[in-house]
């Protein structure tokens, strides 16, 4: 197998999307040796840094670092591979079997890793009351799913390195005057309701039923009224064709695209889509040449002036800053507007990567108990597909049952607090609907005016505040397909093209694996509802969950 080459600028492009910056010569010549030995491309490499530098508190790149990533990345490689033998076959007269040999018969139906499992239970007149008949499979063993009181499968292991951590509780960031003291008012004085409670979506539907000339309309539609927002905030007085050959400066818009056969997006592959409207769905390159400052992703809806003399190639000169959306109006009569309202935010996974065990949740609860807040918003995956347990198909404990019983000890847990719980879906939870927009979960039993099961994403108000909400880590994908040259801070400029796209998902196509559904939106991605933004809520997933508070005035 031919070793991968990988030069200085694609390091330092790919550890730049996460504002590393590497400026000594050593560790460059150490990544590219990495890269070399373990046959690495530059994306890999900064994929496997950042999941050691996680696990090790946030580690910087350095010298000793790379040398102990190297150290744990030989010893991952030189792990030799258990064979297992093959049992040798038995021949079973099924005439004549005694108890002891039948389930010996059926571990020949089993797989090694469960061989013993469902061993018969001995029953004897000092044990008989303990089998739960309630409790027994087809197997006649007992099947515990969870024990009482507890988020976590009864066979969960409690994580080693949750109980090791440090720093439990600190407070890493702050805003504002943090003088008062963070505690609730109670549900009573507390309002929750969807923002556009008539295109709201709060039930499951049937997803990827849809035609391509509706797909086609919808993302169509999307420059049009982008378009149109351009066209009166900057007063253009025309938007021309942007593939009519022209020998004097125009104004276009529409939508950026990838020149698929270079790649990713980089200064050279932009392409510009305009509308059936104005340029008949035709594309163009653009030259970004003699731009100074741009900030570009696949999707975009942009303004722009240029020269296009030729047809094929527009010469950019200036892109026109996008609209943000207005304020939403606010009913200043309300009296719920003059009660502070205590928000606690929580994003999943709520368990720790080395185990099933939900012991963060339980924390979370007890920090529940103690400053109880008035609302409590928690974000997926609840169930994480992406757990090595579950990827494993090693959890005998249906996913549904699992978050069902979530559900249940929370509302338990807060019935004297009064707190409101809000829940939001994630893409990856395996027990839900694999969509997005995803519709709201669904528990059956579970009817409690504090419980508020909505959509990823979803735009609410709590007394009057528009919040919006989404698990989707829409930040993370634009920086992996952004492509700029611009000196402002990038993360704050990433939230920036999500308020001026005014779409919670304006990157298209989708950062695959992702699945969108164009039926049941007006727009693509569930837009922000019109004319509002107050409060964006965005957590990355984290293990364990980082606590996120607001206060409103």
Known sequence: MARIAVDEGDLAEEFGTFDIKIEDEDIIDKLKELCMVYRLDASDMVDEWMAFSISNNGAALTMDKLEQFERERANKTKTPKVK?????????DISNINPEAE????????TPASKGKNKRMLTTPENVSVVNKKLTSVSRSPVVPFSPGSFSPVNATPSQQYRSRSGAGDTMVTFGDQGAKWKGQGSEHVAIQQYDRGNALTERYKHMFYKVNDKSNVLNDMIEDMASQLQQSH???????????CQEPITVSGRVCCDMSTGRLNAHSVLLEGSTETSAGKTVHLDLSEVTEYSLFPGQIVACDGLNSTGSKLVVSKFYQGVHLQFPEVDVTSENLSVPVQVLVAAGPFTPSDSLAYEPLDDLLKYLKRDKPDVCMLMGPFVDSKHESIEKCTVEVPYEDMFKKIVQNLIKATEELQTQLVFVPSQRDVHHDYVYPQPPFTVDGVNSPRVH???DPCTLTINGVVVGLTST???????GEETSRAKTDRIGRLIEHVLTQQSYYPLYPLKSPLVLCYSIVTTPCSPLSDHCYCVFLYLLPLVPPKLSLLRYP
């Open 453 to 455: 099961f909505v959509s």
């Open 84 to 92: 297992r033998e093959k049992p040798a076959a038995v021949m079973h």
């Open 473 to 479: 880590d829409i930040l993370f994908h634009l920086g």
């Open 103 to 110: 389930d010996d018969l059926l571990d020949v139906y089993s």
């Open 235 to 245: 007063q253009i007085e025309n938007l021309q064709h942007l593939a009519w050959p």
